[in-house]
């Protein structure tokens, strides 16, 4: 069955920096996009960005220049790095995979489990 | 680039229908047909209920349907039951492949 395994709550001080994992198991990986969506506590989901297999990346605005996404291929996992961190970065964080060249676009078909990042003094 | 708009919350007695609206604007719900909506159990992860303004993913009831008139998007649940109770989210492209979401509405079943 498909599954999206993500890493595990972090909590991290203003002004450094976390990096999400989110590994894939149960289809093929090289098919999908991967995209990144947060939610902070009381508010609705952000969409942070994707990255495909190959690679190539597509980063909201707002967070071009302190995001970073990356995967790897040999054990189909996909990595969100973000820097520069704020009590604003508080929220949970899901991985949430997209179909490669379907008609469609924003089918999230499944999502990780989430992972909440804490930024705290 | 605001958050779609959503009522922040709705309510329904079981049985009844309840519709949820997302509004845009020109550059996102107005100008794709790839609206999607999810639903949110607290605790669990988001379920995509409906895609492209109006389908319907294998699985979901068909109780759940989507429509779209303008730049506003429409979630329309029939025959509510208590396990429809949840958080829905709407989301659309944006142009260049982004997604913008909504900020979400609480249904509560009375």
């Known amino acids: 069955q498909v599954q999206l395994v993500q890493s595990g709550a972090e909590v991290k001080k203003p002004g450094a920096s976390v990096k999400v994992s989110c590994r894939s198991s149960?289809?093929?990986?090289?098919?999908?996009?991967m995209h990144w969506v947060r939610q902070a506590p009381g508010q609705g989901p952000e969409w942070m960005g994707w990255?495909?297999?190959?690679?190539?990346?597509n980063y909201a605005q707002k967070f071009q220049g302190r995001i970073t996404m990356t995967r790897d291929t040999s054990i189909s996992a996909v990595y969100m790095e973000l820097s520069s961190l704020t009590s604003n970065d508080t929220a949970v964080y899901y991985c949430a995979r997209e179909l490669i060249g379907s008609s469609s676009f924003g089918f999230l078909d499944y999502w990780g489990q989430g992972s909440l990042v804490t930024v705290s003094s | 680039q605001s958050a779609l708009t959503q009522p922040r919350s709705v309510s329904g007695s079981p049985g009844q229908s309840v519709t949820i609206s997302c509004t845009g604007t020109s550059s996102d719900v107005g100008d794709y047909n790839y609206v999607s909506w999810f639903q949110h159990h607290s605790g669990q992860a988001p379920k995509l209920m409906i895609y492209?303004?109006?389908k319907r993913p294998s699985g979901v009831p068909d109780r759940f349907s989507g429509s779209k008139s303008g730049n506003t998007a429409s979630l329309t649940i029939s025959g509510l039951q208590a396990e429809d109770e949840a958080d829905y989210y709407c989301?659309?492209?944006?142009?260049?492949?982004?997604?913008?979401f909504g900020g979400g509405t609480k249904l509560t079943v009375l």
């Open positions: 990255i495909n297999p190959n690679g190539y990346t």
């Open positions: 149960g289809y093929t990986f090289t098919a999908y996009y």
């Open positions: 989301s659309s492209h944006a142009g260049s492949y982004t997604l913008i």
């Open positions: 492209d303004v109006g």
